[in-house]
T-cell receptor, first 109, second 113 residues
Framework: EDKVVQSPLSLVVHEGDTVTLNCSYE??????LLWYKQEKKAPTFLFMLTSSGIEKKSGRLSSILDKKELFSILNITATQTGDSAIYLC?????????FGTGTSLTVIP | DTAVSQTPKYLVTQMGNDKSIKCEQNLGHDTMYWYKQDSKKFLKIMFSYNNKELIINETVPNRFSPKSPDKAHLNLHINSLELGDSAVYFCASSQYGTEGAQYFGPGTRLLVL
């Protein structure tokens, strides 16, 4: 059975901290792994990863994929209160997107 | 311009009713999706559809049916609504075959009384 598991389920940090969110997967056919940020409304796209070891970076956010160990991490440095959200990981198998349960991040001022 | 739009934004209805949620995308994508997000914020795919294939999550009751009048639209029709159908429903689209990311609509919050 294809599945995507995220950890931790929730995280509370102070502004300025660095956080690492984890996503592991077991799928029969891997095409890509995607990270999304969901605040109060719809998920918004952050990164798409297809190759191992190549870091994707956008401002204070970065992500990397390990296709051998079947996981990805999302790093956020110098966190701000605006980073508070649910971060979703999804794996595209070609005909389905499998989502993890998400990590709820709360950044305290 | 909104890339993926859904109507209505909110829907409150009685058990047993039939309702539809509309979704339109202007991104030129050829694959569209419906997701259900429950109160625990867990996002589950219900359907994915392109011109060639409808893929149904087998756990979705057959009271739910997607209807696509054209490539830019994928509507969700729900028969005989139940209390457990209360959730936020998201439409999304992507370009199949190019490993493109999905872009989500704003969601429709459905409340069944």
């Amino acid at each position: 059975e294809d599945k995507v598991v995220q950890s931790p389920l929730s995280l509370v940090v102070h502004e300025g901290d660095t956080v690492t969110l984890n996503c592991s997967y077991e799928v029969t056919n891997f095409r890509s792994l995607l990270w999304y940020k969901q605040e109060k409304k719809a998920p918004t796209f952050l990164f798409m990863l297809t190759s191992s070891g190549i870091e994707k970076k956008s401002g204070r956010l970065s992500s990397i994929l390990d296709k051998k160990e079947l996981f990805s991490i999302l790093n956020i440095t110098a966190t701000q209160t605006g980073d508070s959200a649910i971060y979703l990981c999804a794996v595209d198998t070609g005909n389905q997107f499998y989502f993890g349960t998400g990590t709820s991040l709360t950044v305290i001022p | 311009d909104t890339a993926v739009s859904q109507t209505p934004k909110y829907l409150v209805t009685q058990m047993g009713n039939d309702k539809s949620i509309k979704c339109e995308q202007n991104l030129g994508h050829d694959t569209m999706y419906w997701y259900k997000q429950d109160s625990k914020k867990f996002l589950k795919i219900m359907f994915s559809y392109n011109n060639k294939e409808l893929i149904i999550n087998e756990t979705v009751p057959n009271r739910f049916s997607p209807k696509s009048p054209d490539k830019a639209h994928l509507n969700l029709h729900i028969n005989s609504l139940e209390l457990g159908d209360s959730a936020v429903y998201f439409c999304a689209s992507s370009q199949y075959g190019t490993e493109g990311a999905q872009y989500f609509g704003p969601g429709t919050r459905l409340l069944v009384l």
